[in-house]
């Protein structure tokens, strides 16, 4: 393969799972392109590749930066992706999500671009009737978020119909940890995931941590999750390209780790792992919240020879601490020692 057809554009390259990705596709021979507003992305982030800033939401932008660096194909996060935000505001979670995924798919039907690695969620599936979930477990969403990218998923099957763009969503579950090298991380503001709060809560940068409802149907009454390493989500971004290099069509897969921890002993894993206390509050149960999301990802396993490495709940836990603690000693991280020039811009 020429150089050239190894360019990926990588929109929401600057947040957290898009950045891990970039890092995957440059260790493994890929020359990705980050396209990011810096809505909730960081300069610093970027550091695999060069930075576009630009909003998926506005085309000419788009065209610019694929008319500039020529992609052979897209990975797609840019999102709004915070699932209580979108029962609140469903406006901004439709227009961001779904008319931004609609702006790239159609520049890459107008500009020949036939392949696709698209961010999508466990949330489809709303509250499954069994678990764990599979590819076939019906996709029912319960909130705006997971209702926005399964019209995605739909958009990019009809495209793949009619213009043969070749597309793979991939269904994360709970992605948590950072890079094991400590280089990039998780940085969100607001953040209102589960672990880097609990974190913030036993160092003292938050008073506590606010258990959303004690009083599901599961067996400490917490809600129960499927964290799956944010850098085996990035493993699975680069296999799932290279499946798209030797075959055609629209497919899906799960990326998790098959288990389900409870918010309560994913505290207990913080605690644990940090030797701290966690201060806890109880609160009421957050709005668009399923009891429990576990994923079967047998057909990732099987069909994109995908395997998590960083698979238990303390390791994932240990390599967020470490970011977390890179963090309080260095809060500029330093990376904007690496100049971005003028010509990535
Ligand atoms: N974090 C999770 O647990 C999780 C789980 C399932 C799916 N996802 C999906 O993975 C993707 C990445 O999630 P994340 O946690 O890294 O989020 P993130 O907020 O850290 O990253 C999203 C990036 O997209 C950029 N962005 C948002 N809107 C944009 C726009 N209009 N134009 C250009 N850039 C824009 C942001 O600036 C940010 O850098 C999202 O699509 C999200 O829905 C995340
Ligand atoms: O302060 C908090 C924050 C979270 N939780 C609970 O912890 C669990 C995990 O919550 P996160 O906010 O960390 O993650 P979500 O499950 O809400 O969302 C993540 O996974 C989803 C799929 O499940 C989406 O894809 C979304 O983009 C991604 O952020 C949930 O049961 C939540 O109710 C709390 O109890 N207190």
Redesign the pocket.
């Known amino acids: 393969m020429r150089s050239a057809d190894r360019t990926v554009l990588v929109?929401?390259?600057?947040?957290?799972?898009?950045?891990h990705a970039c890092k995957a596709l440059a260790q493994a021979g890929y020359a990705p392109v980050t396209?990011?507003?810096?809505?909730?992305?960081?300069q610093w982030?970027v550091k695999w590749g060069p930075l576009v800033i630009?909003?998926?939401?506005?085309r000419a932008s788009l065209d610019a930066a694929i008319d500039r660096y020529r992609p052979s194909a897209v990975m797609?996060?840019?999102?709004?992706?915070y699932v209580g935000e979108s029962v609140a505001d469903p406006g901004k979670y439709f227009r961001?999500?779904v008319c931004?995924s609609l702006n790239i798919i159609e520049a890459m039907r107008d500009h020949g671009i036939r392949s696709i690695v698209f961010?999508?969620?466990?949330?489809t599936y709303g509250i499954p009737e069994s678990l764990p979930i599979t590819e076939e477990t019906p996709q029912r969403p319960i909130n705006p978020?997971g209702a926005s990218?399964l019209m995605v998923e739909r958009i990019l099957q009809d495209f793949g119909t009619a213009h043969r763009i070749n597309s793979i969503a991939l269904?994360?579950?709970?992605?948590?940890g950072a890079d094991p090298e400590n280089e990039i991380g998780?940085d969100?503001d607001p953040e209102t995931?589960l672990i880097p709060l609990a974190l913030d809560a036993c160092s003292g940068k938050r008073s506590s941590v606010t258990l959303f409802g004690s009083n599901y149907d599961t067996d400490d009454g917490t809600c129960v999750r499927d964290y799956i390493h944010v850098s085996d989500l990035a493993d699975a971004h680069v296999k799932a390209l290279q499946a798209l290099e030797r075959s055609t069509g629209s497919s899906a897969y799960n990326l998790g780790n098959g288990w389900g921890f409870s918010v309560r002993q994913v505290i207990d894993t913080v605690e644990s792992v940090t030797r701290r206390r966690v201060p806890v509050a109880i609160g009421a149960r957050r709005a668009g919240d399923p009891p429990a999301l576990i994923s079967d990802a047998t057909r990732a396993r099987e069909e994109l020879l995908w395997k998590p490495r960083i698979s238990s709940l303390s390791d994932i836990v240990q390599t967020a601490w470490a970011w977390h603690e890179r963090q309080q000693l260095d809060p500029m991280r330093g990376h904007f020692a690496r100049p971005v020039a003028g010509s990535w811009r």
């Open positions: 929109t929401g390259g600057a947040g957290y799972i898009g950045s396209f990011d507003n810096l809505s909730y992305g960081h982030a630009g909003d998926i939401l506005d797609h996060f840019a999102a709004c992706a961001n999500n931004g961010s999508s969620t466990c949330a978020y990218k269904r994360y579950f709970n992605a948590a998780e969100h995931h």
